[in-house]
C-alpha cells in the first residue's frame, strides 16, 4: 500500500508555543489530505480536509485560526497548532487519498502533542 | 451524522480461539468500509476494505462481512494469536469522509 509519513513523532512545547506538523505522501501525490484528532481511548476526529492548492475545509466546532492547515504541494500538508494550550495536547494523525486508488485513505504513524 | 459503534468495547479470549468483531452505523449510503488495526500509541494500519457493492473481504486469517442495509460489519480472526492483540477500529467512507468507531479493544492470553 501507499506510505504516509510524519515528522515529528512526538513533540513537547510550552504553553503558548506554536507547534508544526508535516504529513507527507511518499510513493504517491495527494490532492486531498486530511487531519484527525484522537483523545486517549476515544475515536479519530476528523478536524479538516486539506486540499492542495486551496483552502482547507474546517469540521464544526474545529478553529481554524487555531489550526493553520496548508497543503501547498501534492506530496505535502502541514498542520500548525498555533498558541497551543495543554487542552491541545493530543494525538494528530494525517491521511492522504491516493486518487488513482479509489476512496481508499492511507495514514501516517500520528504526532504525539503535550503541551506543558 | 453517520454514528458507527463498535462491540464489544474490549473483549480478552485465550490463544487459538476465534475473535469476533462488530461493527455498526447508521446511514447505510457509504462509499465503502474499511478495518484498520491501532497498537497503543501508534498510527493506523489498513487490514481490510470493503466496497459498498462487496458483501465480504478475506487477507489470511482475516474475513470482514459487509450487510450495507443492515448496516453493519464483522471483522472475523480466525485462530488468534497473542499478536493479534491490539485495537480494531471501524471507519464508514460516506461522501469521502470517514466516520470512525471508538475501537474494539482485544487481548489474547498466551
Known amino acids: 500500500g501507499a506510505v504516509v509519513s510524519q515528522h515529528p513523532s512526538w513533540v513537547i512545547c510550552k504553553s503558548g508555543t506554536s507547534v508544526k506538523i508535516e504529513c507527507r505522501s511518499l510513493?504517491?501525490?495527494?490532492?486531498?489530505m486530511f487531519w484527525y484528532r484522537q483523545f486517549p481511548k476515544q475515536s479519530l476526529m476528523l478536524m479538516a480536509t486539506s486540499n492542495e492548492g486551496s483552502k482547507a475545509t474546517y469540521e464544526q466546532g474545529v478553529e481554524k485560526d487555531k489550526f493553520l492547515i496548508n497543503h501547498a504541494s501534492l506530496t505535502l500538508s502541514t498542520l500548525t497548532v498555533t498558541s497551543a494550550h495543554p487542552e491541545d495536547s493530543s494525538f494528530y494523525i494525517c491521511s492522504a487519498r491516493d486518487p488513482t486508488g479509489g476512496n481508499e485513505q492511507f495514514f501516517g504513524p500520528g504526532t504525539r502533542l503535550t503541551v506543558l | 451524522k453517520q454514528e458507527v459503534t463498535q462491540i464489544p468495547a474490549a473483549l480478552s479470549v485465550p490463544e487459538g480461539e476465534n475473535l469476533v468483531l462488530n461493527c455498526s452505523f447508521t446511514?447505510?449510503?457509504?462509499?465503502?468500509l474499511q478495518w484498520f488495526r491501532q497498537d497503543p500509541g501508534k498510527g493506523l494500519t489498513s487490514l481490510l476494505l470493503?466496497?459498498?457493492?462487496?458483501r465480504e473481504q478475506t487477507s489470511g486469517r482475516l474475513n470482514a462481512s459487509l450487510d450495507k442495509s443492515s448496516g453493519r460489519s464483522t471483522l472475523y480472526i480466525a485462530a488468534s494469536q497473542p499478536g493479534d492483540s491490539a485495537t480494531y477500529l471501524c471507519?464508514?467512507?460516506?461522501?469521502?469522509?470517514?466516520?470512525f468507531g471508538k475501537g474494539n479493544q482485544v487481548v489474547v492470553i498466551p
Open positions: 470493503i466496497q459498498s457493492s462487496q
Open positions: 510513493d504517491f501525490q495527494a490532492t486531498t
Open positions: 446511514d447505510s449510503a457509504i462509499y465503502n
Open positions: 471507519a464508514v467512507n460516506g461522501n469521502n469522509r470517514l466516520a
